[in-house]
C-alpha cells in the first residue's frame, strides 16, 4: 500500500518537517493564485504545477485536502490595463481568469476546492482593517488610507530571516508603502486600504475612511481566514513572495484575525529561460499559447516544470520541451505494452481517483515514491521511474502481473500529473546523443547562415538514419 509520510521543507524554521493535517484527517492549505491582468507565463505556472504535484502527492498519499487558492482581481495593474482598454474591471479579469483556468486544464492541474476572488471578498477585508484600527495595529493617513504599523508586531520579519540587529521595528521610524508592488528590500508600513485616487476611475468601494480599495497584501489574510480559520496546515507560493507580501499576510493576520496562521510554508523557486532572468525586454517570456505556437504540447510543458526540483531554479530551454516529449513517448508506450498484456483481465483504466481509493503495490516503482515523500524530490522520483521500465519488460509478465504493475506505474505517473500522449507509429524515441549534437551543430550553422556547412550536415544526419524540420524557432527530429 502507497502510504508514507510527505516531509517538506519549511521556509520558516529551515528544516523538514512532515506534513500533517491539523485535525488529523484534512490537510487544509493555501496558495496565492494569479493576478489576472494578462495571460500566465510558464514562471507561474512553475509555481502552480509544484503545487498541484504536492497536492496529487498528498492526496494519494491517504490524506483529503481543501486547496484554497485566490484571484487577485483588483490591483494597481487590473485597474491600470482595463482602464487603459477602456474596458469595465470585472469584464477585463474574468477575460483573463477564464484564460488561465484554461491553462490550468491544458497542464492538467487539478481545480482548487475554494477559489475566491478579492472582489467578491471587499467586506471580510474592509472588516479585518476595523479589527486591526481597534486593536492599534494599523491607523488612518492623512488622505483616507490605512495603513499597518509593522512596529506594533515584534515578529516581523521572521518568515523572510531579516536581519534583527538591522530591523529594529520599536525604535526605527518607518517609510510607508503605498504601492501595491514596492521595493523588495524596503520595510516600510504597508498599505491596508487605499483612498480613491482619480486614476483608479470608477474602481473604489465604500468603506468608513470613505471611498477607496483594499491593498494586495489584505486580500489573502481576508479569505484564508474565512475558509481556513485563525489556524491552517500550510501556505505556499513563489519565492518572490517571502517579502513583502506572505510576510505582511503573517503580521496583519496574526494581529487582526488571532491564532498562529499558517503552520507551515512551501515556497517554490523560480525559472530562468536559457540560463536568464525570463524579462518582456529579453523577449523570452513564455505563455502556454507561445510554445504551442512553437509546435509543443501542454503535455511536455508539464513534464518539464513537474520534473524540476522545486528548491532549484529551472533553466527552461526549448530543447528541453523536445526531451520532454520524447521521454512522453517512452513512458506512452510502456504504459501501451503493459495494457495490452493486461488486456484479458478486463482490469478497469487506472484513474486518479481509483487510485487514491485504491492505492496499489508499487513493488519495482517504490523508490519513485520514495523520492516524492522526500521533498517532493521529482527529478529522482523520474530516474527511478526510467530504472523501473528498464527493469520490467511487459512481455515476460503473465496478463495480472501486467495489470498490476500498469497500476503502480500509473500511480507514479498521476502522483507527476503526467499527461501520456496519443503515439503513432511512425513516432520516435528520443535521438542517440550523436544524432543530437549533429542536429544542434547543423541548427547552429542555420543560425550563423553558414548554408554550406547545414547542407553538408544534413547528409550525416541521414546515414544514421534521422531526418530535421527545420522552424522558426527550433527543429524537430524524426526517423527516415
Partial sequence: MARVMLTLFDTCTRRSLPVEAQDGKTLRFYCCGPTVYAAAHIGNFRTFVAQDVFRRVVELGGLRTKHVRNITDVDDKTIRNSIAQGIPLKEYTEKWTRKFHDDCRALNCLSPHVEPSAVAHIPEQIELVKNLIEKGHAYLSEDGSVYFRISSYADYGRLAHLDSQTLDLGKTAQT???????????????????????????????????????????????????????????????????????????????????????????????????????????????????????????????????????????????????????????????????????????????????????????????????SLQDDLNTPEALGHLFSALHAIKPAELTPEESASTRRAFRFIIEALGLILPDVQDDETDEAPEEVRAIAEERWKARQAKDWSKADALRPRLAELGWGMKDGKDGYQLHRL
Fill in 176 to 370: 510607508r508603502a503605498d504601492t501595491d508592488e514596492y521595493e523588495k528590500d524596503s520595510v516600510a508600513d504597508f498599505v491596508l486600504w487605499k483612498a480613491r485616487r482619480p486614476e483608479d476611475g470608477e474602481n473604489y468601494w465604500e468603506s468608513p475612511w470613505g471611498q477607496g480599495r483594499p491593498g494586495w497584501h489584505l486580500e489573502c489574510s481576508a479569505m484564508s481566514h474565512k475558509y481556513l480559520g485563525d489556524d491552517f496546515d500550510l501556505h505556499s507560493g513563489g519565492v518572490d513572495l517571502i517579502f513583502p507580501h506572505h510576510e505582511n499576510e503573517i503580521a496583519q493576520s496574526r494581529c487582526g484575525c488571532g491564532g498562529n496562521f499558517a503552520r507551515q510554508w512551501f515556497h517554490i523557486t523560480h525559472l530562468l529561460v536559457d540560463g536568464a532572468k525570463m524579462s518582456k525586454s529579453l523577449g523570452n517570456m513564455y505563455t502556454l499559447d507561445d510554445l504551442v505556437a512553437l509546435g509543443h504540447t501542454p503535455a511536455a510543458l508539464r513534464y518539464v516544470l513537474a520534473g524540476a526540483y522545486y528548491r532549484r531554479p529551472l533553466n527552461f530551454t526549448l530543447s528541453g520541451m523536445r526531451d520532454a516529449a520524447a521521454a512522453l513517448r517512452k513512458l506512452r508506450r510502456f504504459d501501451d505494452a503493459l495494457a495490452t498484456r493486461a488486456n484479458s483481465t478486463k482490469a478497469p483504466e487506472p484513474t486518479y481517483r481509483d487510485l487514491i481509493k485504491n492505492p496499489p503495490d508499487l513493488n519495482t516503482f517504490t523508490p519513485a515514491w520514495e
